[in-house]
C-alpha cells in the first residue's frame, strides 16, 4: 500500500504542491473515515498512518498531521487504544476534529507565511520563479494587491507546470516573461531574486525539490543573486533520511522512428539542493538564515526523538 | 459475369476493411470508383446512391459532439461521478456504466470510450483494482447504449435513413429489450467478477486511496476555468437537439438537418469558445467518406441483382416470419461481432426491403428493422475487433499498461453477446407472435 500511495503523493505534490497534498489527504481522510464499516477503526487508522509514514519520499507535512490526529485521539479518546469494543461514533468524531482543526491550522499558518513572504517582495524587483508553489503563487498575489510594482520571470519546465503558473498570474494581472530553464543565463543579470518552493529538507540538511531546482540555485548562487525558500516549519523531515530515497527515476525506452534511434530517457521526480545554498528561508515563524534554520530543525528533531519514544500508540518503533 | 466481379470486388474491399490493409475510406472510396469505372453502375446511379441524409447526420453530429467536449461538461460529469462512488469499486462500476449506456445513446460510441475510459483507467489502476474488466464492462455498455437511439450507433442511422422510422420509434421499440439486456449483463458481470469489484468500506486505507485518487482526478480533468456561460448554450443546444429529435415527426424535419442546423446555430452563439476549423478538424471525414464509398458499392450490388439473390435465399430457407426475424438477429450478430457492421448493415438494408414485400400484409414488418438493429449493434459485444468503440478502448487500456487480450475480451464479451441475442429473440417473438 506504501508503494502506491508514494506514487499517489509524488504525482499531486508534482502536479500540484505539498499544501495542496495535505489539504487533500486530510480531506479523503474525513471522507473515508465517515464511511468507513470496519469493525476496528483505530487499528486500521493505525496501519494507515504507518502506511503514510514508508512513504517515499517522505512528505513530512502529512506525515506529522497524521501522526497529530493520532496524539489528539490518544489524548482524548484513550480507551479506544485498549477498549476492543470501543464506541467507533466516538472515535470518528474525535479524527474528524482533529481534522477540522488541522485544515484551519495550516490555513492560519500559510496566512502568516505569506505575511513574511510579501515583505520582501520589493517595488522594481525581477522575480524568477521555477516550479508551482502555492505559497510562492499566494505570496506574489498579495504585493500585488498591495500595489508592489515587480516582474515575475518564470523560468519554462514542462508545459503544464508553466501553464498553471501563468494561468494564475496573468489572471491576477501580474506581468509574466517566460524563459527556458536552459537559457536562464542570458537574464541572469536582471533577475533581483529567486523564489521557490520545497517539498521538504531532510537531516542532511538538504532541501528536496522539483526537478530542475538545483541547476538554477547553482546557476543564480554563482552571480549573487538572492535565493528565497518558502517553507512552513511543518515541512521539515524530522528523522534520519537516507540518501536516495527521496526521489524517483523513471525511466522510458524512446524510439525516434524516423532516424531509426533508440534511446533510454530518465527523468528524476526531485531534486535536491543544500540548504546553504540558499540565503533566506521564509516560514510562518519568520524568515531566516541557513544557520538559524539548521539550529531549528535539530531543536524540532530532538522533540521528536523524545516524541517517539514517549507514545504508546506509535507504529513506527 | 458482372454480378460475380461486383461480388468479388466488394469482398476484396471488405478484407482489405477488416485487416486495415489500407485505410477503410480509401478501400470503399476505390471500390466505388471501380465499379463505376467497369460499368456495374452508371455515373448518375453512383451519385444517387450516396445517401446524404446519413452522411449530413454524422457530420452534424459529430461537430455538436466536438463542440459540446469543448465545453468540459462532459469531463465534469464524470468526475461528479467518480466523486458520487466515494471509492465504492462496485458503485464505480454500476454508475460509469450507467453513464456509458446513457451517453452512448447521445454521442458516438467511439467518443463516449474517450470520454469515460481515461477516468475510469486512472481511478481503478490508483484504487489498485484490475482495470481490464471496467474497460471491457464499459465498452460493451457504450455498445448496449448506442443501440437505444437513431444516433446511437452508425448502424441505427443507416437504418433510420432506409426506414423512415423515427427518434421515438427507435426508443419506444427498443428500450424494452436493451433495459433488459442491460440488467442482465450487469448481473452477470458483477456476479462472475465480484471479488474483483466487491465495496471497500471495511477497508480504511482503500478508502483513503480511492478518495485521494477522486480529488487527484478532479483536478487532472476539470484544470480548466470551465466557462459557466458556455455550459449554458452547451446544455441549451444539446437539449434543443434532443427535442429536436424527439418531435422531428411532427415537425416533418429531417434529423440530418436538425442535427447541422443546431450545430451551425452553436458555431454562432458559442463562436467565443469555437472555431470552426477546429471544430471541422475534429470531424472524421474518412469515416464520412467510407460511408459514401460503401452506399455507392451497396447500390452496385443492388444493380447487378445481388441483394434480391439474397432475400431469396434467405426465404427459401423458410416462409416463417418469426424463424425469418430470429435468422437475421443472429447472423447479423455473429457476423458484427467479427466484421465492421456497417457495411453489413448497408448491404441488408435492401434485403430488409425486399423481404418486407414479399411479407407485406404482415402487421409486424418493423421487426424486422429491429432484429437487424439489435443483431449488428449488439453484436459488436462479441469480440475486440466487433466494434471501433472496442479496439479504441483496448488501445488506451494498453497505453496505460493494462493489456487486454482477445481472449480476455471474449470471455466477457461472448457469454455477452449470447445472453443479449437469447433476450434479444423473445423479445421479437412475443412481439411478432403476440402483439
Known amino acids: 500500500m506504501s508503494g502506491r500511495l508514494s506514487e499517489l503523493f509524488r504525482n499531486i505534490e508534482a502536479e500540484q504542491d505539498v499544501h495542496e497534498l495535505t489539504k487533500y489527504c486530510l480531506e479523503s481522510l474525513r471522507e473515508s473515515v465517515n464511511v468507513y464499516s470496519g469493525t476496528n477503526l483505530v487499528r486500521d487508522f493505525k496501519k494507515l498512518v504507518k502506511s503514510v509514514y514508508e512513504t517515499e519520499p517522505k512528505m513530512s507535512l502529512i506525515i506529522d498531521q497524521f501522526n497529530g490526529i493520532m496524539d489528539y485521539l490518544y489524548d482524548n479518546c484513550r480507551q479506544c487504544f485498549t477498549n476492543k469494543n470501543n464506541d467507533e461514533c466516538s472515535v470518528r468524531k474525535h479524527i474528524c476534529d482533529s481534522i477540522d482543526s488541522f485544515i484551519i491550522a495550516n490555513e492560519k499558518k500559510e496566512n502568516e507565511l505569506c505575511n513574511h513572504g510579501k515583505k520582501v517582495v520589493l517595488d522594481g524587483d525581477v522575480i524568477l520563479i521555477h516550479s508551482y508553489s502555492r505559497s510562492v503563487m499566494r505570496v506574489l498575489c498579495d504585493a500585488y494587491d498591495e500595489g508592489v510594482k515587480f516582474q515575475v520571470i518564470v523560468a519554462e519546465q514542462e508545459f503544464d507546470k508553466t501553464l498553471s503558473i501563468l494561468r494564475l498570474l496573468q489572471k491576477k494581472g501580474i506581468f509574466v516573461k517566460v524563459v527556458p530553464e536552459y537559457m536562464l543565463s542570458h537574464i541572469e543579470n536582471d533577475v533581483t531574486k529567486v523564489f521557490m518552493g520545497v517539498v521538504t529538507l531532510n537531516s542532511q540538511m538538504l532541501f528536496v525539490a522539483a526537478a530542475g531546482t538545483s541547476a538554477i540555485v547553482s546557476e543564480f548562487r554563482l552571480n549573487n543573486v538572492p535565493i528565497y525558500v518558502f517553507m512552513s516549519m511543518g515541512k521539515m523531515s524530522l528523522w534520519k533520511s537516507h540518501k536516495g530515497h527521496d526521489t524517483h527515476k523513471v525511466k522510458h525506452k524512446k524510439i525516434n522512428e524516423l532516424y531509426n534511434i533508440e534511446y533510454e530517457r530518465i527523468k528524476f521526480s526531485h531534486d535536491r539542493v543544500p540548504l546553504n545554498y540558499v540565503n533566506f528561508i521564509v516560514t510562518e515563524e519568520g524568515i531566516f538564515n541557513p544557520k538559524e534554520i539548521e539550529k531549528i530543525y535539530w531543536s524540532k528533531y530532538k522533540i521528536r526523538e523524545g516524541w517517539n519514544s514517549q507514545h504508546q500508540w506509535n507504529t513506527y518503533k | ?435
Open chain 2, 1 to 435: 459475369m458482372m454480378l460475380y466481379l461486383a461480388v468479388a470486388i466488394f469482398i476484396i474491399v471488405m478484407i482489405v476493411v477488416a485487416f486495415e490493409l489500407v485505410d477503410k475510406a480509401i478501400a470503399a472510396l476505390s471500390g466505388a470508383v471501380i465499379f463505376v469505372i467497369i460499368g456495374v453502375l452508371p455515373h448518375e446511379k453512383a451519385i444517387k446512391s450516396v445517401d446524404f441524409e446519413t452522411i449530413l447526420l454524422l457530420m452534424g453530429m459529430m461537430m455538436l459532439v466536438e463542440a459540446s467536449k469543448r465545453s468540459g461538461i462532459f469531463s465534469w460529469l464524470n468526475v461528479r461521478v467518480a466523486k458520487i462512488t466515494r471509492g465504492n469499486p462496485f458503485l464505480l462500476l454500476v454508475l460509469f456504466l450507467g453513464v456509458t449506456a446513457l451517453l452512448s445513446a447521445f454521442l458516438d460510441n467511439v467518443t463516449t470510450v474517450l470520454l469515460i475510459v481515461p477516468v475510469t483507467l486512472a481511478l481503478t489502476k490508483g484504487m489498485g483494482l484490475k482495470p481490464a474488466i471496467y474497460v471491457i464492462a464499459e465498452v460493451i455498455f457504450s455498445n448496449i447504449g448506442g443501440s437505444l437511439t437513431l444516433i446511437g450507433d452508425p448502424p441505427n442511422i443507416l437504418i433510420g435513413s432506409a426506414s423512415g422510422l423515427s427518434f421515438n420509434d427507435f426508443i419506444l421499440n427498443l428500450i424494452i429489450p436493451i433495459s433488459i439486456v442491460s440488467v442482465a449483463v450487469l448481473t452477470m458481470i458483477a456476479v462472475v467478477h465480484w471479488k474483483e469489484i466487491k465495496p471497500v468500506h471495511a477497508d480504511l486505507e482503500k478508502l483513503f486511496v480511492s478518495n485521494l485518487l477522486i480529488r487527484k482526478i478532479n483536478y487532472q480533468f476539470l484544470n480548466t476555468n470551465l466557462d459557466k456561460v458556455f455550459i449554458i448554450k452547451t446544455l441549451v443546444i444539446l437539449g434543443l437537439v434532443f427535442i429536436g429529435f424527439m418531435t422531428h415527426s411532427l415537425t416533418h424535419l429531417s434529423v440530418d438537418i436538425i442535427a447541422v442546423f443546431f450545430a451551425l446555430v452553436f458555431l454562432i452563439i458559442g463562436r467565443k469558445n469555437l472555431s470552426i476549423h477546429h471544430i471541422l478538424k475534429e470531424v472524421e471525414w474518412t469515416t464520412l467518406l467510407f460511408f459514401a464509398g460503401l452506399f455507392v458499392m451497396v447500390g452496385g450490388l443492388k444493380e447487378v441483382g445481388f441483394l434480391e439473390l439474397i432475400s431469396s435465399f434467405i426465404l427459401s430457407l423458410t416462409d416463417n416470419f418469426s424463424l425469418i426475424l430470429l435468422i437475421i438477429l443472429w447472423v447479423s450478430a455473429l457476423v458484427s461481432s467479427f466484421l465492421d457492421n456497417i457495411p453489413f448493415v448497408a448491404v441488408m438494408i435492401p434485403v430488409i426491403v425486399n423481404l418486407q414485400t414479399s411479407f407485406s400484409g404482415n402487421p409486424h414488418l418493423d421487426l424486422l428493422w429491429w432484429s437487424l438493429s439489435l443483431g449488428a449493434c449488439l453484436g459488436g459485444n462479441g469480440t475486440i475487433i466487433g466494434a471501433s468503440a472496442n479496439v479504441v478502448a483496448v488501445d488506451l487500456a494498453r497505453k496505460e499498461g493494462v493489456n487486454i487480450s482477445f481472449l480476455d475480451f471474449m470471455k466477457v464479451g461472448f457469454p455477452v453477446l449470447i445472453i443479449s441475442m437469447i433476450i434479444c429473440s423473445l423479445y421479437l417473438l412475443v412481439r411478432s407472435d403476440f402483439f
